[in-house]
């Protein structure tokens, strides 16, 4: 009897963990924070990322996939759908939106020692106006940037990130041309075994042009190699961002393809 619980048990978690994975609505690097971080998957080795960010704007579900090249490159193809609101004539507007996709080429060019120095890394990428709704960008945009992660403590007890770079957009309609700047520093403290504390600061998001300064704060759990969840709150600085305060959580899994038999 004690074997028939257990095993319906363990299907259940298998299943629900599966459900997770693919319906678990921001990880594009250490998505859904903004700061970058010195780090990669590492080579034949693809991490799958869903989350969620959810705002009095409407509800975001970001999926990523990525897929390493070498232990020092990879690519990152991402897309966003979900649900927006707005007002119009005093009523509130619903709409479901999409966009797709969002690439980016990640560089390692050092790895962070554990009391040493740093990791400095960098990216590359770009995004279409190619969906429907109000997750559409304005246009054709790129950005750039670097980051440094520097490690205190042999089991990676703090983490610290920074990240500078800049933005491009091409408006799709007036052919306008926009540039904007990036700034970031963020912070990842161990609490116990998994269970890390995560915050940072930034001014503009690489991912979207304009954004303004803004905050967030959270935990990140990482159950194994793995598997990791996060969870956050966020806020904008001076109210420039465009929403004021949000919601976000999300899952990565990473597959490894090494040794893999046919």
């Known amino acids: 009897m004690q074997k028939f619980v257990w095993q319906i048990i363990k299907k259940t978690s298998l299943t629900l963990a599966a459900l997770t994975l693919l319906a678990m609505p921001r990880a594009l690097a250490v998505r859904p924070f903004i700061t970058d971080d010195a ?21 975001e579900v970001w999926q990523s996939a ?67 709704g109000a997750f559409v960008s304005d246009g054709y945009g790129a950005f750039g940037t670097v980051f440094l992660t520097q490690c205190f403590g042999m ?12 933005t491009y957009l091409k408006e799709k309609e007036s052919k306008k041309q926009y540039m904007g700047l990036v700034f970031g520093l963020g912070a990842q403290v161990k609490v116990y075994r998994g269970l890390h504390l995560i915050g940072e600061i930034v001014s503009g998001d690489p991912y979207e042009h304009g954004a303004g300064s803004m905050y967030q704060l959270g935990i990140r759990q990482f159950v194994s190699d793995h598997l990791q969840f996060d969870l956050a709150f966020g806020s904008g600085i001076f109210d420039n961002t465009k929403t004021s305060s949000w919601v976000t959580g999300g899952i990565r ?6 040794n893999q038999k046919s």
């Open 66 to 132: 990525n897929w390493g090249l070498s232990n020092w490159a990879e690519l990152t193809v991402a897309g966003i759908w979900g649900r927006s609101k707005y007002e119009f004539n005093g009523e509130t507007i619903k709409a479901f939106s999409y966009t797709l996709p969002l690439l980016q080429a990640k560089f390692l060019i050092r790895e962070y020692e554990p009391n040493g120095l740093p990791g400095i890394g960098a990216a590359v990428g770009a995004n279409m106006p190619w969906g429907k």
């Open 155 to 166: 089991n990676e007890n703090l983490l610290i990130h920074a990240q500078a770079g800049g």
């Open 253 to 258: 899994y990473v597959l490894s393809f090494k």
């Open 39 to 59: 780090a990669l998957s590492g080579f034949k080795r693809s991490e799958l990322a869903s989350w969620i960010f959810a705002s009095r704007a409407g509800t």
